[in-house]
Nanobody, 124 residues
Framework: VQLQASGGGLVQPGGSLTLSCATS??????IGWFRQAPGKEREGVSC????????YYSDVAAGRFTISRDNGKNTVSLQMNSLEPEDTATYYC????????????????????WGQGTQVTVSS
């Protein structure tokens, strides 16, 4: 699966951004958004399975971010609201081919295919 992430940019604290990930097909079970800030490990932000009924949000994303799918357009989006400077990072989308136990469904180490990142900077 090839992935193309877009939608990053500079936003003020409290603002919103929507990231989009275009995929080349549906040959995956999970698709997710991950982020990596300078000097930090890559972390899972939000993940969803291909049918959309298995959802995961990290603690920092819950209540502020929403993941959604548009199967007609082969895209997965991440709506991010109430952004904080701590959300500054490079955001990546990735897919995993097979199902996994729920506790690891958004673990970046188990994802197979990665797109290039899109930079999100939250600053006044």
């Amino acid at each position: 699966v090839q992935l193309q992430a877009s939608g990053g940019g500079l936003v003020q604290p409290g603002g919103s951004l929507t990231l989009s990930c275009a995929t080349s097909g549906y040959n995956y079970y999970y698709i997710g958004w991950f982020r990596q800030a300078p000097g930090k490990e890559r972390e899972g932000v939000s993940c969803i399975n291909y049918r959309g009924h298995e959802l995961y949000y990290s603690d920092v994303a819950a209540g502020r971010f929403t993941i959604s799918r548009d199967n007609g357009k082969n895209t997965v989006s991440l709506q991010m609201n109430s952004l904080e400077p701590e959300d500054t990072a490079t955001y990546y989308c990735a897919t995993r081919a097979n199902r996994i136990i729920s506790s690891r469904r958004c673990d970046p180490s188990v994802y197979d295919s990665w797109g290039q990142g899109t930079q999100v900077t939250v600053s006044s």
